[in-house]
T-cell receptor, first 113, second 113 residues
Framework: SQTIHQWPATLVQPVGSPLSLECTVEGTSNPNLYWYRQAAGRGLQLLFY??????ISSEVPQNLSASRPQDRQFILSSKKLLLSDSGFYLC????????????FGAGTRLSVL | KQEVTQIPAALSVPEGENLVLNCSFTDSAIYNLQWFRQDPGKGLTSLLLIQSSQREQTSGRLNASLDKSSGRSTLYIAASQPGDSATYLCAVGLYNQGGKLIFGQGTELSVKP
């Protein structure tokens, strides 16, 4: 069966510090991968998606970047965090090559202070 | 630009009631529509997926309908239970965009015992 792992679960970082959130999927090959952010009182916003290794589409211009160094690994990064980067970050995957159900990780709660 | 709206934003009902959550979208050119459940501080769990060619899907006490022409979907929950308390999100899937989902803001449901 397929599983998705996200870590860390909670993170508190000072303004200006770097960020690296990791997401891995097991039990499937060539998945589509997604990073979402859910800010307090706001809906879920798609940040990046990837349909293959090294293929990243950015949805919203911002202080963040994403990379996919391996087929089932998706990384969200920042060189210098802003206060506005605080939120709940969710990674998701779906079967590649088609529009199917998206399965979500447990999320990372990021607080930038 | 596709926009998804969910009404109401919050709903409180006594246990045992049947209830309907509403979702509307502005562009009828969707590939599918998904309903998710989110418990506080947790990731999303997929409840039902309706392909654009379908009119409804059922799972247990849940029934989701889709009317593409009017840009609406409803999630019907029969015989609500306190364990149904959560935020319910609908999301529309877009064609040819890597399985991208556009989410509504969610309806926060509270079922009182």
């Amino acid at each position: 069966s397929q599983t998705i792992h996200q870590w860390p679960a909670t993170l508190v970082q000072p303004v200006g510090s770097p960020l690296s959130l990791e997401c891995t999927v097991e039990g499937t090959s060539n998945p589509n991968l997604y990073w979402y952010r859910q800010a307090a009182g706001r809906g879920l916003q798609l940040l990046f998606y990837s349909v293959g290794i090294g293929q990243i589409s950015s949805e919203v211009p911002q202080n963040l970047s994403a990379s996919r160094p391996q087929d089932r690994q998706f990384i969200l990064s920042s060189k210098k965090l802003l206060l506005s980067d605080s939120g709940f970050y969710l990674c998701a995957w779906s079967v590649g090559g088609g529009l199917n159900i998206q399965y979500f990780g447990a999320g990372t709660r990021l607080s930038v202070l | 630009k596709q926009e998804v709206t969910q009404i109401p934003a919050a709903l409180s009902v006594p246990e045992g009631e049947n209830l309907v959550l509403n979702c509307s979208f502005t562009d009828s050119a969707i590939y599918n529509l998904q309903w998710f459940r989110q418990d506080p501080g947790k990731g999303l769990t997929s409840l039902l997926l309706i392909q654009s060619s379908q009119r409804e899907q059922t799972s247990g006490r849940l029934n989701a309908s889709l009317d593409k022409s009017s840009g609406r979907s409803t999630l019907y929950i029969a015989a609500s239970q306190p364990g149904d308390s959560a935020t319910y999100l609908c999301a529309v899937g877009l064609y040819n965009q890597g399985g991208k989902l556009i989410f509504g803001q969610g309806t926060e449901l509270s079922v009182k015992p």
